[in-house]
């Protein structure tokens, strides 16, 4: 597997720490999100928010999150080409993971600027 597609690789790349907020745009299955969680675990202030516009997806990532007992994950259903599409308040997270969806939407710029408007 290549380092374009293994999302441990890409992650030991990123300054994450523990105790950061971190928004996992276009979630899906979870693998950076459950990844992520652990990095920023070791801190009650570390908080993944795996968003998804897939609801079975998300269903998914709850279900697994419970199992795994990652109890710093939070799961959002939402369309993130929709202004404030992540729900997630202005400035408030250290770090955007957008991997593998930009291609999927009707409008990157979009998501790009949602991003930006929550980062701190």
């Known amino acids: 597997m290549n380092t374009f597609s293994d999302p441990r690789m890409i992650l030991e790349q990123l300054p994450i720490y523990a105790g ?3 928004a996992d745009f276009g979630a899906g299955s979870g ?3 459950y990844l992520l969680s652990k990095k ?3 801190n009650p202030e570390g908080v993944v928010y795996a968003i998804e516009v897939q ?3 998300v269903e998914q990532i ?3 999150v419970k199992e795994q007992k990652l109890e710093n994950v939070q799961t959002i259903w939402s369309d993130l080409d929709e202004e404030k599409g992540s729900r997630l308040r202005d400035n408030s997270i250290q770090m955007v993971i957008i ?3 930009l291609f999927a939407t009707d409008s990157p710029k979009d998501v790009i600027k949602e991003a930006q408007r929550i980062l701190a």
Do not use: F, H, S, W
């Open 20 to 22: 950061q907020k971190i």
């Open 31 to 33: 693998a950076y999100t």
């Open 40 to 42: 920023v675990g070791g």
């Open 55 to 57: 609801k079975q997806m």
């Open 62 to 64: 709850a279900r697994e």
């Open 99 to 101: 991997a593998n969806m």
